[in-house]
């Protein structure tokens, strides 16, 4: 089994720019900010939702799905995947969409990538895609940059925030829920692709209703056409020139995650220090720091006191 994935942010501007970095041809992703069939239909044609959630650590595994259908014949006939390995949740759910389009420019790498994992198992082609040099160059080089590492390992406990990534996606005239931790791919009945704008929307709904209405820790992103191409297409001069400004800034925070700012921020602490002790004022300095500190403190201690006066009898 192959090491090495880093975990990668749900992201817009990441999940573009790594389609891109792997070849792929005019697709990007765009962040539903609600349940709203009418938003995806605005976005058309959708290739599938990306839906992040708090993974259930103790939940119980059953023979049958919580919602929908297994298709233990579908992995024979769609790439499934089973995951193999640690954070590579991401890339995999963003391949089971982009894996199952035939009208996707995928690139050479990925296309033949593809048609090598096509008669394999599962599990086969989930080992294949965590030792795909080319993935997991691609997905690494989106990770957040940090100078800490973590040499403990341990199993996860229901107390532990584990985050997963699945992909919905229309294949053949169904509505499929992708997910490498499940046996098989979950069938939620017949879509076409104009009617997955309408019908993900209450499978995605069930989905966050198996949570607290306390738990607001998720995170859908859509696979859409590159928005330009229709912009374009129509003369829509303000909505090309909108992306692209997008599409730099998207470049600018992704450049940003490659690296750590410890170091930066020690070197600006050190001169900063240099030069109050250089001016004589130093001790002045850490005193009204040390008093701000004080300050919030006795402020925090005075409303945590009120708080506690309205519920008294």
Not at 49 to 74: C, H, N, S, W
Not at 222 to 236: P, Y
Request: hydrophobic share 40%; net charge negative; aromatic share 10%.
């Amino acid at each position: 089994m192959s090491g090495g994935w880093n975990t990668i942010e749900s992201d817009a501007g990441v999940f573009t720019y790594l389609v891109d970095n792997l070849g792929v041809k005019n697709v990007q992703f765009e962040e539903m900010i609600a349940l709203d069939a009418d938003y995806l239909k605005q976005q058309y044609p959708v290739y599938g939702v990306i839906f992040l959630f708090k993974y259930p650590v103790g939940e119980r595994k059953t023979d049958e799905a919580i919602d929908g259908q297994y298709d233990f014949a579908a992995s024979e006939n769609i790439f499934f995947a089973n995951q193999t390995i640690q954070n590579a949740c991401a890339t995999q759910a963003i391949l089971s969409v982009l894996l199952n389009r035939g009208d996707l420019d995928l690139g050479d790498q990925l296309r033949e990538f593809k048609e090598f994992t096509q008669a394999f198992p599962a599990e086969l082609r989930g080992e294949a895609l965590s030792n795909s040099e080319l993935i997991r160059g691609v997905h690494n080089s989106f990770a957040r940059s940090s100078p800490f590492i973590d040499e403990g390992a341990r199993a996860a406990t229901e107390d532990d925030d584990l985050y997963h990534f699945i992909a919905y996606t229309p294949i053949n005239g169904i509505l499929y829920e992708i997910d490498g931790l499940q046996p098989s791919p979950i069938s939620h009945g017949k879509c076409t692709e104009e009617e997955f704008p309408e019908k993900i929307i209450p499978v995605l709904q069930r989905r966050i209703e198996r949570y607290p209405a306390t738990e607001i820790r998720f995170n859908l992103l859509a696979m859409v056409q590159d928005l330009r191409i229709r912009a374009a297409e129509i003369g829509d001069v303000e909505t090309v020139a909108r992306e692209d400004e997008k599409r730099k800034m998207w470049m600018w925070e992704n450049e940003l995650r490659r690296h750590n700012f410890v170091g930066f921020a020690h070197e600006v602490l050190k001169r900063a220090v240099a030069s109050k002790l250089r001016d004589g004022k130093y001790d002045e300095w850490l005193g009204e720091a040390k008093q701000k500190a004080k300050d919030r403190m006795d402020e925090r201690k005075k409303l945590r006191g009120e708080k506690g006066d309205i519920g008294s009898p």
